[in-house]
């Protein structure tokens, strides 16, 4: 299946009439479209599917409206009324062995208070009535709505998937729609209706009612079960439009500096606290320069000086041993006199003590000596210590003038209440919608398990009741051979059920695990996939053959393993359509995002449009796809003309390169 052209006419943004060309090459497959957010991106896609569709049309929007009101707010504001508005879309296709061109015209107008609507197609230029009034019954040979999730898909699916619990929802519907499990999961039910209808016609009317009062109890609860679920997602589809809302009323609250307000008392808290700090390490220095840390500055006069001191220290004691050694020699001179020696001999020892002095107790020049206390403060080992202590009250200093340097700078940028009041008041709401919702959907949960354990409930009390009355037909040979082979038949389909799911399981894990393998980096990260048959969720198993849950790899890995899941569902579906995907990067790291645009996007399908904000495929992996892009396109808004328009462009930077 090839996506030949789409056509718009007065729809949504779109003024006018407006012709896309979509038709590819094998060669170059990939449609590239760009867009800014907001000039007509995602209303080109519904276009798509509301062609295709109609009311079942998974659209944006759709949530809260009907059909005729959503048709009515897709007529251009700027048309007439009586124009209306109209989408066609044109396609080939595969049948009995030659393509089939089917060209597909939904158009519709206000008429007072109702709106119109028009459906007419067209298989190889000649206009088919049976298709046209059977279309949605035709558009299931081509594209079945249940599998149309699997080709139209936008970036925000694949970070919604990426959560294991979202994943396996997926995995099992898919799965059910594209083996057909949910056809047998019918028939099943609808054989055990009839064993328990031919059962109650031969019942007695008490057992009759037994069984009836069973049933319409079961009735009840699985509309109410219905409402419950449709109440759900709608309440699902509020939060997460609340939580989108509130993420960006949060990043504009931090843009004006609302987080810095919600710091203001600690701010001021830290700034008193630096100021103390740094008014205590001045103080400390202070006492410092008062002591002897200047004299440190010129270090060599410093030294001299203290040699110096030393000195006259050590002058003071010679001069002290000089008096001992004259007295000692005086008591010499004495007693050698008494010893009867000569007058020449007695000046000789006079003369030669009197020199020895002189030797022995040379003195420097003279200078006033220093206490020992004093010319300790100056010792190598204390002059140390000084610059120990300088040096960290210095440097404790710079630190806490950084500190307090930016929490003044913060507490400058804290904006005046006033200025955010506003935005917080949004915040404030959107926290208090988004408890509501989120208790909502607790309670909704809670309501929905225990319908269906009522549910369960009843059903054995039903089999229970039926087995029993079963006992009492053997009177009736009729309705005993029809309950007995509607039994065995179903424990045959069940059987056949249980058999297709597990081998086709195991080739829908080895798909997925050469999907992933293909987009990951680490390829030895990943031996194996493995699909729970109960739950669907998936796990990876490693080399060593252990298991590892889904929600244990990184979010980057986990978004890439739910696009190889998309892709292997996909080929599982075993039709070759094409893959629309929006803004397929924007919700991936940079990491990631190169593995898509080189392993994925050139292989995803045999036709691939890519719609891509100036974000995204651009730059390098603009250049990367280049090789593989047939048709460009770029979505401008005209202003003068007050409608989006397509023209054969891309984003300059990016279309500079493709030209090149």
Request: glycine share 4%.
């Amino acid at each position: 299946m090839i996506f030949e052209q789409v056509v718009l006419h007065n729809f949504g943004v779109y003024r006018g009439e407006h012709r896309i060309d979509l038709d590819v090459t094998a060669e170059r497959p990939i449609v590239l479209i760009g867009a800014l957010n907001g000039s007509g991106k995602t209303t080109f896609l519904d276009a798509m599917q509301l062609a295709l569709y109609g009311k079942s049309a998974r659209c944006s929007g759709r949530e809260r409206v009907g059909y005729p009101e959503y048709l009515d707010s897709m007529i251009n504001r700027d048309a007439s009324p009586h124009q209306g508005a109209g989408v066609e879309f044109a396609f080939r296709a595969r049948a009995n062995g030659q393509d089939t061109h089917i060209r597909i015209s939904r158009t519709w107008q206000k008429r007072g208070d109702s709106i119109k609507e028009n459906l007419e197609v067209y298989r190889d230029g000649e206009h088919d009535l049976v298709a046209s009034e059977r279309w949605v019954e035709f558009v299931e040979d081509f594209m079945p709505s249940q599998i149309a999730d699997l080709f139209f898909f936008d970036g925000e699916k694949i970070e919604a998937l990426a959560d294991p619990q979202r994943s396996a929802t997926l995995l099992r519907v898919g799965i059910h729609s594209l083996l057909g499990i949910d056809l047998v999961e019918s028939l099943l039910r609808s054989l055990q209706q009839v064993e328990r209808k031919r059962k109650t016609d031969t019942a007695s009317e008490s057992d009759k009612s037994i069984l009836q009062t069973i049933e319409s109890q079961r009735n009840e609860m699985r509309q109410s079960l219905e409402l419950n679920v449709l109440k759900r997602a709608s309440i699902q589809n509020e939060l997460d439009g609340v939580e989108k809302k509130e993420a960006l009323v949060m990043a504009e609250f931090k843009r004006l500096g609302g987080d810095l307000l919600m710091q203001r008392d600690r701010l001021i808290s830290d700034q008193l606290h630096y100021q103390t700090k740094k008014i205590a390490l001045e103080d400390e220095l202070r006492m410092l320069a008062a002591g002897a840390l200047p004299l440190m500055i010129p270090t060599k006069s410093l030294d001299v000086a203290v040699s110096k001191a030393m000195k006259a220290r050590q002058n003071g004691n010679i001069d002290i041993l000089k008096v001992e050694a004259e007295s000692r020699d005086a008591d010499i001179e004495k007693f050698i006199k008494t010893l009867g020696v000569g007058r020449d001999t007695l000046l000789k020892l006079r003369s030669h003590l009197r020199a020895d002095r002189e030797h022995r107790y040379q003195a420097a020049d003279q200078t006033s000596a220093i206490s020992e206390e004093i010319l300790n403060q100056f010792s190598h080992e204390a002059t140390q210590a000084m610059a120990r202590v300088a040096m960290h009250a210095l440097k404790s200093l710079s630190d806490v003038d950084e500190h307090l340097a930016a929490v003044e700078r913060n507490l400058a940028a804290v904006p005046a209440n006033t200025e955010v009041a506003q935005v917080q008041q949004e915040m404030e709401i959107c926290r208090a919608d988004r408890a509501k919702f989120q208790a909502v959907v607790i309670l909704l949960d809670s309501e929905i398990a225990t319908i269906r354990n009522n549910l369960e409930r009843l059903q054995a009390k039903a089999e229970r009741e039926a087995e029993r009355l079963g006992e009492q037909l053997t009177r009736d040979e009729v309705s005993r051979r029809v309950i007995n082979h509607s039994s065995r038949a179903r424990e045959v389909l069940a059987n056949f059920r249980d058999r297709l799911l597990a081998n086709n399981l195991q080739r829908l894990e080895h798909s997925i695990l050469k999907c992933f393998q293909r987009l990951i980096r680490k390829r030895s990260l990943v031996h194996g996939i493995s699909i729970d048959t109960e739950s669907f969720q998936i796990s990876v198993t490693n080399l060593s053959g252990q298991l590892v849950p889904a929600h244990r790899l990184s979010a980057g890995e986990r978004q890439l393993l739910a696009v190889a899941t998309l892709w292997a569902l996909a080929h599982a579906s075993g039709r070759y359509l094409p893959a629309v995907i929006d803004t397929p990067l924007s919700r991936l790291d940079s990491k990631h995002r190169g593995t898509l645009v080189q392993n994925y996007f050139p292989t995803a399908s045999h036709q691939v449009i890519l719609l891509s904000t100036d974000e995204e495929v651009v730059g390098t992996y603009q250049e990367q796809l280049r090789p593989f892009v047939g048709r460009h396109y770029l979505i401008e808004h005209d202003e003068l003309a007050n409608t989006s328009r397509f023209v054969d462009s891309y984003f300059p930077s990016a279309f500079a390169e493709m030209n090149v």
